[in-house]
């Protein structure tokens, strides 16, 4: 699979699952399917959904290691009958977690994957739960409106039944451009080179405002400017924080997580992770330990 045809195939991806869970997060608790129909809910779409997500990355990631991962035993019906009976006890907070995870790490895990890497094998696993698999599920939904607005205390009663708080993950992207060179290593990156960088910085918070937001993008946006500012438009190596350290991908993450948990102190969430994306198939996550 060329870088192309990779990077349209998880735009498709991430374009069809924010179809799909728009419509799932607006009706939480009722039955997606006709009448007649085994009951579907939002909770089941999610859980579905991030079982076979993971199924099919552990796939591509064992073939890429020249390994075997057993498929699941059954017929498709019987497969996710049993996913559907083993997840019954989540909540749909807990389901919805559990995919937007599994996508997240999905999209990541294929797109660090060199072009050179991929064969008919993975290419086949890593679409058969991406924008074909979300599609078709938009597709059985049989509501009358399905894009309403619905006010976010819709989801609050299941929630407080369950005795849990609601999570919520912000996420914040930019981008700024700099020059590096990696010094010992041994190959092209040796030499000055330079990249436009992307930044996304992933923050969790559990409760909301009065007027539901949880915090505000622009103040966040606004806070990681701040942060990318210093680091536009340099050579990372003539920085005093990279003066004996490599301004690696690793290390550039770390240091945009450590000087934005300074400025969200204050603020009532969790700095969860930063990743730093030199190109759009190869990056790193940087989260503490």
């Known amino acids: 699979m060329n870088p192309e045809t990779l990077y349209r195939m998880l735009q498709e991806d991430r374009e069809e699952w924010e179809r799909l869970t728009e419509i799932l997060d607006a009706h939480p608790g009722v039955s997606l399917h006709d009448p007649g129909s085994p009951v579907w809910t939002s909770r089941d779409v999610y859980a579905h959904l991030a079982r076979w997500m993971e199924h ?36 749909l907070e807990e389901a919805r977690m559990w995919a937007m995870m599994t996508f997240g790490e999905r999209q990541h ?6 072009s050179s890497l991929w064969n008919e094998e993975m290419e086949k696993y890593a679409r058969a739960d991406g924008a074909e698999h979300f599609r078709a599920h938009r597709e059985y939904i049989t509501l009358s409106d399905p894009h309403p607005v619905v006010e976010p205390s819709a989801i609050a009663p299941e929630q407080e039944r369950q005795g849990g708080k ?4 912000i996420m914040v992207e930019n981008h700024f451009e700099a020059a590096h060179y990696l010094r010992g ?30 915090l505000d993008f622009t103040d966040i946006k606004a806070k990681l400017a701040l942060v990318l500012e210093r680091l536009d438009h340099t050579c990372l190596n003539d920085l ?9 991908a690793e290390n550039i993450a770390s240091y945009i997580y450590h000087r934005m948990a300074e400025k969200l102190a204050a603020e009532p969430a969790t700095l969860l992770a930063v990743e730093a994306w030199e190109t759009p198939y190869q990056g790193v996550s940087y989260r503490p330990g």
Not at 109 to 114: E, K, N, Q, W
């Open 56 to 91: 099919s990355t552990a796939v591509v990631k064992a073939l890429l290691a020249g390994a075997v991962v057993p498929a699941p035993e059954g017929t498709g019906e019987a497969i996710n009958e049993r996913f559907q009976q083993e997840s019954a006890d989540l909540t």
């Open 185 to 214: 290593y041994q190959g092209k990156c040796e030499a000055m080179h330079g990249h436009r960088y992307k930044v996304v910085v992933r923050i969790q918070a559990t409760e909301l405002n009065d007027i539901g937001l949880s």
């Open 166 to 169: 609601a999570m919520y993950e």
């Open 109 to 114: 895990t294929f797109a660090a994957i060199p």
């Open 240 to 248: 005093p924080m990279f003066e004996k350290i490599n301004p690696s």
